[in-house]
């Protein structure tokens, strides 16, 4: 297996997740505030791929997915291209509501295919370039591949702690 095939595989995990995650779910639970103060499930698949997409146009150069795809519109999220959660704080996440879970799962699965060409496109030398020095070591291209996959990793697995705690659901039954 070469790091393309490699990464790929590793990008297509949160999603897979999603899938599991939004399938047959209800309104009310993906947009409840488990505790009343975490971060709703619509907010983490929201927030995952949006991160994902943000980062990668520092990559890639090219449009974001949100804004070629009008996911804004798609999903009746009133947020520009600037926003991708970060910072939000509890009326913030709670504001957020998405039309469709379908659309959120829909707007991932198209970050996932962006985020899944630029890695096509990688020479294994490719990985080993300097893409951001404000950091102590500087980031590579390779690692900020990684950090973008790692960190929607971990908001599907809130999600999907998050739905366990809120209908006593479990990933596989």
Known sequence: MD???????AARRPLDTAEVVLEGISNETLHALPSDRGNSIAW??????????????DLNHEDQVWVTGDWAE???????PDSFGFG???EAV????????EALREYLGAVVRSLSAYIRQ???????????????PPTSRGVRIVSIIDDATVHLGQAAYARGILEDWRVGY
């Open 3 to 9: 790091h393309r095939q490699l990464l790929t595989d």
């Open 44 to 57: 983490l698949i929201w927030h995952a791929a949006r991160q994902m997409d943000f980062q990668l146009t």
């Open 74 to 80: 798609k999903l009746g999220v009133d947020r520009g």
């Open 88 to 90: 939000d704080d509890r």
């Open 94 to 101: 709670a504001s957020l509501e998405v039309k469709d879970p």
């Open 122 to 136: 990688l020479s294994g030398p490719g990985l080993d370039a300097i893409v951001d020095r404000d950091w102590d």
